[in-house]
């Protein structure tokens, strides 16, 4: 199992889903708690493959930011990069797809005790630990945690620490898609491993084309691995020197949250002791059918964390 560390960087909060499917949010009789924010869905994905993970970012010091809080902890993710904020509250989210198919959302964020975290409030002796540093985007829509990001990334980067970015884009958080793109691109080149998914594929490009060109569109100079995952179609790699797609597995999917998370947790506890294998074209695609296995087993359950594998529940797909 893998020793080195992994920072994950960003938001942690509550979404809550009806405890019926296909009603209105004013419709739902109830709701489920299911803790999520995709950095921290990628820790506990690390830990519960047996590698060793750490969360940066900021909770509220109230009921909800202590549960987030707990539930890094009890899943072993180190929490000595957790800030807690005297004011603000823990992020909310609440998610539902209607009958008629749309997904509606409703925000507690204005701001959420997770953007609040400063550039001053950061564990600078955490993040120069780690062997991956690994963040999403929501954290670059607002300051200060705009700032926090950009110097942990730094940071992070100075030390020696191989840089994975999934720009997990949530358009709705956004107060425009522009906003987005600019923000993205921001730090584009700044990554050394790189995942999108191909919704954020055509996002990025403008281009409703999810091929090999619009992918190497994206392409910056110091990339070392670029990833596009394709849901039930697998995953299409690309680095300088080769480039081609690993299938997905068939499996009873009831549920795609995390998936995405599920699949770049095992990539990353994959590679963070051995980078050669980013250099190593069979040995990469070894590790990326073991992450799309591990992406497959998560759209199994409801939910993202407990949906999220372990070592055992991905060898028994990958053995079939
Ligand atoms: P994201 O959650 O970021 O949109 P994906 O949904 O593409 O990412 O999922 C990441 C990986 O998980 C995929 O590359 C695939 O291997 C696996 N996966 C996702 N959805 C399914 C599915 N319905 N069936 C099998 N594997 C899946």
């Not at 869905?41 to 060793?52: D, E, F, P, Q, S």
């Amino acid at each position: 199992s893998a020793s080195g560390l992994i920072v994950s960087f960003g938001e942690m909060l509550i979404d809550f889903v009806p405890t019926v499917s296909g009603v209105s949010l004013a419709e739902a009789p109830g709701f489920l708690k299911a803790p999520g924010g995709a950095p921290a869905n990628v820790a506990i994905a690390v830990t519960r493959l047996g590698g060793k993970s750490a969360f940066v970012g900021k909770l509220g010091d109230d009921e909800f930011g202590h549960m987030l809080a707990g539930i890094l902890k009890q899943n072993g993710v180190q929490a000595d990069g957790i800030n807690f904020d005297k004011g603000a509250r823990t992020a909310l989210a609440f998610v539902t797809l209607r009958a008629d198919g749309e997904r509606e959302f409703m925000f507690y964020r204005n701001p959420s005790a997770d953007m609040l975290l400063t550039p001053e409030e950061l564990n600078l002796d955490l993040i120069r630990s780690a062997k991956v540093f690994h963040y999403g985007s929501i954290s670059l829509i607002v300051e200060p945690c705009r700032s926090a990001h950009l110097k942990a990334m730094e940071v992070a980067k100075e030390a020696g620490a191989l840089l994975s970015y999934d720009p997990n884009l949530r358009l709705p958080l956004w107060p425009s898609a522009e906003e987005a793109r600019t923000q993205i691109k921001s730090i584009w080149d700044k990554a050394d491993v790189i995942k999108v998914s191909d919704v954020e594929l055509e996002f990025l490009t403008g281009s409703d084309k999810i091929d090999d060109e619009s992918a190497m569109s994206l392409w910056h100079p110091n990339l070392k691995l670029l990833l596009v995952t394709l849901g039930e179609k697998g995953c299409n790699y690309y680095t300088k020197k080769f480039h081609g797609s690993v299938e997905a597995f068939h499996v009873k999917t009831v549920d795609t949250t995390g998936a995405g998370d599920s699949f770049v947790g095992a990539l990353l506890t994959n590679i963070v002791d051995d980078q050669a294998i980013l250099e190593d074209e069979a040995r990469l695609k070894e590790v990326l059918r073991f992450a799309c296995a591990c992406g497959a087993i998560t759209t199994t359950k409801k939910g993202a964390i407990p949906a999220l594998p372990t070592e055992a529940d991905a060898l028994a797909l990958l053995k079939g």
